[in-house]
């Protein structure tokens, strides 16, 4: 079954990543701008606020920008502010499709990062840096040396509940901007080298500490293969060779056989083929059926190999006492 492919990052569904950041950053904004018009004088809070929503603006404009477009769309090659270095096409497993000069899969934006939002993306997150070490800032300055300030302006003021409450949106937005800033300083180290984030993945691996902080996900690594062991079977032997074929030494049969004491009984244990001829005369041939390699004579000083001649062999009685000598065990029949 294929993976349906992904237009843009506004394609259902939607990364558990990309739902906490759309929660998360909307909330620090609500919370920034609370604190300030509560706690600062009205034209202070006013110049503290103009520089953070002016931020905001061109985060939230790049957000869109990249969140919109599709990534495997063709697109102009002029860029306005970043000198966004020349990548090939690459596939992406995420999103299932080519994109042109992909860099990397985002799952905060739950889209790809290519040559048609890279622009965007480096805005954004130097925006998004910005705006979180301002708040962060402002709200330390706000937490310190302006806070007998915001309690003569409010003495109705609960001051525990208002440091605390400070910190709290502090410490977020030290920690939230330690990765915007993170971000912001590896694809600037990248720009700085004319590379993308797949060629440094490739060049320096995964386990760069870069890539394991970022926790960058350019195309989904395959799972290594298991390796398919080879089934044993059991190999036959060799097939012992038949009137008129030809054996030499060189042959892995050769080689591979090992060498066989018979003993007189197997020796003497021979196969008797009837061929019926002419006026029905009998002629045996006889071959060891014991021994895998026939046997064979050199013929001069050639290395080829020919068989023996297979001889007439006259069946003839064999005699009660001779039998009776060669083995002492062998009983004869009585003779009546």
Request: hydrophobic letters at 40%; glycine letters at 6%; proline letters at 8%.
């Amino acid at each position: 079954m294929h993976a349906s492919v992904r237009v843009n990052g506004l394609h259902q569904p939607f990364s558990r990543d990309q739902v906490t950041s759309w929660v998360l950053q909307p909330c620090l904004f609500a919370a920034f701008v609370a604190i300030t018009v509560s706690c600062l004088d009205g034209l202070l809070a006013l110049w503290v606020l103009l520089p953070y929503v002016a931020v905001m603006g061109l985060f939230s404009v790049c957000w869109f920008l990249c969140e919109s477009r599709n990534p495997a769309a063709a697109t102009a090659t002029r860029k306005w502010c970043v000198p966004v270095p020349a990548k090939p096409i690459r596939y992406c497993s995420a999103c299932a499709k080519n994109s042109p000069g992909l860099d990397h899969h985002c799952t905060w934006l739950n889209t790809c990062i290519g040559e048609a939002n890279y622009e965007p993306f480096y805005l954004l997150i130097v925006a998004g840096t910005s705006a979180t070490v301002y708040q962060a800032i402002v709200g330390i300055v706000v937490a310190t040396y302006w806070l007998d300030d915001v309690l003569r302006w409010h003495p109705s003021a609960d001051r525990d509940g208002l440091l605390a409450a400070l910190w709290l949106h502090n410490l977020v937005c030290l920690v939230l901007g330690a990765a915007y800033g993170a971000l912001t300083g590896f694809h600037t180290y990248l720009l700085y080298l004319r590379m993308g984030t797949y060629d440094f993945i490739l060049k320096y691996g995964m386990q760069n500490r870069c890539i394991r902080l970022l926790k960058c996900q350019c195309l989904s690594p395959t799972r290594p293969l298991k390796p398919t062991v080879p089934s044993k079977t059991p190999k036959s032997p060799p097939t012992p060779a038949k009137k008129g074929d030809s054996v030499t030494p060189d042959t892995d049969e050769w080689k591979q056989t090992p060498s066989r004491k018979l003993g007189p009984a197997a020796s003497a244990t021979m196969a008797a083929t009837k061929v019926a001829e002419g006026r029905r005369s009998t002629k045996i041939s006889v071959e060891d059926e014991l021994d895998d390699i026939p046997h064979v004579r050199r013929s001069g000083s050639t290395k080829s190999f020919e068989h023996l001649s297979v001889h007439d062999v006259q069946m003839a009685p064999a005699p009660a006492s001779a039998t009776t000598d060669d083995d002492p065990s062998m009983e004869s029949d009585p003779v009546e």
